[in-house]
């Protein structure tokens, strides 16, 4: 298993999904669904998050629900859809990995509030 911290960025096999999915699996004992995605697959009308999220066993947090660990987060970033995801690891802290970086935690404030698309839960986690 790859540490969930300071994992290189590769599309498709180190990235913000599969950081969720490794997280839900290692930590919840969560098994999410592999979800085939290339380059730029925002881009080419797909919409990886939003098409495959439900499925998954997500629903989407109400307005002015409650975050807990364990939520996902979804966020835009020079897209009208959401491109990336993060899990929260503490209740205001996501853990994620963006493009040509590190994976990390941060605290959820500043621009990850204002780029927030919305917040989902599992039904696992209810």
Known sequence: ATPLLGRQFHHGVMDCYSLIQDYYDEVLGIELPDAVREDDWWAKGQNLYLDNIIQ?????????EPHKVGDVAL???RTAMPTHGA???????????LTNRLSCR?????VWTQLLYG?????QME
């Open 87 to 97: 899990v929260f690891v503490a209740p205001d802290v996501i853990l994620h990995h």
């Open 56 to 64: 998954a066993g997500f629903r989407m947090l109400s307005p002015g």
């Open 75 to 77: 966020f835009t970033l």
């Open 106 to 110: 941060q605290p959820f404030i500043g």
């Open 119 to 123: 917040i989902y839960r599992h039904r």
